[in-house]
């Protein structure tokens, strides 16, 4: 992973190599005391089931049964065959995510084919998805592991949580814009992905966070995404195993710049404010450019 040079060496995605994400991750959920989260963090608040969350007058698709023998769908590349995400470059904020209570069926479509389950945890770590969609009395949610997916839920098996950040990235500014309730909060410069490894567009989700594997990340937890480098041969071989992630370096010489392995960088302070108050399962988009920039906080 490293170049001959301390300045070559880039991060790709969460910048973890593939031995290490498991252990990375679990260690996640055991040392959150590493950053205090800020006195006005709105917790996570679970609601009522989704199953009843349907109105009277939809009919209700059916679900195939799923064959016990599906894949599940963890910090590997998703299995092959969910839907594209018709909205992937829409910056509308999504408001609600899904937790899974129990492993449940994915499909491809309302009344469709099952492809994978999902599992309440990935690596140990709590799953929660921003739902994009709902049809047919089906939810659909981005998919994880994987860039521009949906993945459809039939009712039941989950609950709903409350989101209320957003995270937008503009590639040809080099811009990243927190938003909470639909309102520009802060703004930094970022570095992305060079060419050949740029970071992936459109709409995925923080995963998690795990703590930095090396000094060069600044002493800081990097946030893992739900999106993956679009080319896996791209990047170096130790990190085809890593997902894209929001992390900081150990300097900011190259903010601005197109230098990491597809992985968006900003400052420690930046990062750190971001780990405070951006709780996993907020919806993060990467687009070109905004038509319109974000107010100057």
Not at 1 to 29: D, E, H, Q, Y
Not at 40 to 68: C, F, G, H, R, Y
Not at 183 to 200: C, D, F, I, M, Y
Request: glycine share 10%; net charge negative.
């Amino acid at each position: 992973m490293k170049s001959s040079g301390r300045r070559g060496w880039l991060a790709a995605g969460v910048g973890i190599p593939a031995l290490l994400v498991t252990a990375l991750l679990t260690g996640l959920a055991l040392t959150p005391e590493t950053e205090p989260v800020a006195s006005n963090a709105a917790p996570v608040i679970t609601a009522t089931p989704s199953e009843v969350d349907q109105s009277p007058e939809e009919s209700v698709l059916p679900a195939a049964p799923a064959p016990p023998g599906l894949p599940v769908v963890t910090y590997d590349p998703a299995p092959a065959g969910f839907p594209a995400d018709p909205a992937a470059l829409d910056t509308t904020p999504l408001t609600e995510g899904l937790h899974p209570t129990r492993k449940i069926p994915a499909y491809d479509a309302p009344g469709g084919k099952p492809i994978a389950f999902l599992a309440p945890t990935i690596s140990e770590v709590e799953l929660i998805m921003p739902i994009a969609d709902r049809r047919s009395g089906w939810t659909a949610v981005l998919l994880p592991s994987a860039n521009r997916k949906l993945a459809w839920l039939p009712p039941g098996g989950h609950t709903t949580v409350t989101l209320r950040d957003q995270i937008v990235v503009e590639r040809r500014v080099h811009r990243l814009t927190w938003y909470r309730a639909g309102k520009a909060v802060r703004t930094w410069e970022v570095s992305l992905g060079q060419r050949g490894q740029e970071t992936p567009l459109g709409r995925t989700f923080v995963l998690g966070r795990t703590p930095p594997p090396e000094d060069v990340y600044g002493g800081v937890d990097i946030y893992a995404l739900g999106s993956i480098p679009d080319d896996l041969d791209a990047v170096p071989a130790g990190l085809r195993g890593a997902h894209i992630g929001v992390h900081t370096w150990y300097n900011d010489d190259e903010l601005g710049e197109n230098t990491t392995n597809g992985c968006i960088r900003l400052t420690r302070s930046g990062q750190r404010e971001l780990l405070a108050e951006v709780r996993p399962g907020s919806s993060v988009v990467v687009v070109e450019e905004l038509p319109t920039p974000p107010p100057t906080a």
